[in-house]
Nanobody, 120 residues
Framework: VQLQASGGGLVEPGGSLRLSCVTS????????VGWVRQGPGREREAVAC????????KYVDSVKGRFAISRDNAQNTVYLQMNSLKPEDTAVYYC??????????????WGQGTQVTVSS
């Protein structure tokens, strides 16, 4: 199983980036997916998630209205569209795929992370 994250980079405040996470070895449609970030000197933070149980994606308050998570099960890919980026969004972003059954996590996979730096 592999989760390959890409799309990070250096962007000015107010700019946009789209992160991609290409998965292999799993049937993505069976998995909850999400993005987690860890900024310098900060704890890891769940940014966005899209579960199979809930129809509506969830976001941490600090990114609501700016970030959007989506998935293309046919392409086995998860995306994170990030708009109106702020310096505090600077972090390594990790994608996650989780198989859940009855509230119990059966399988949990992580990508290697992609660096996002927001700076002028």
């Amino acid at each position: 199983v592999q989760l390959q994250a890409s799309g990070g980079g250096l962007v000015e405040p107010g700019g946009s980036l789209r992160l991609s996470c290409v998965t292999s070895g799993i049937i993505l449609s069976h998995y909850n997916v999400g993005w987690v970030r860890q900024g310098p000197g900060r704890e890891r933070e769940a940014v966005a998630c899209a579960s199979l149980r809930d129809g509506r994606p969830k976001y941490v308050d600090s990114v609501k209205g700016r970030f959007a998570i989506s998935r293309d099960n046919a392409q086995n890919t998860v995306y994170l569209q990030m708009n109106s980026l702020k310096p505090e969004d600077t972090a390594v972003y990790y994608c996650n795929a989780e198989e859940e059954l009855g509230g119990k996590v059966l399988k949990d996979y992580w990508g290697q992370g992609t660096q996002v730096t927001v700076s002028s």
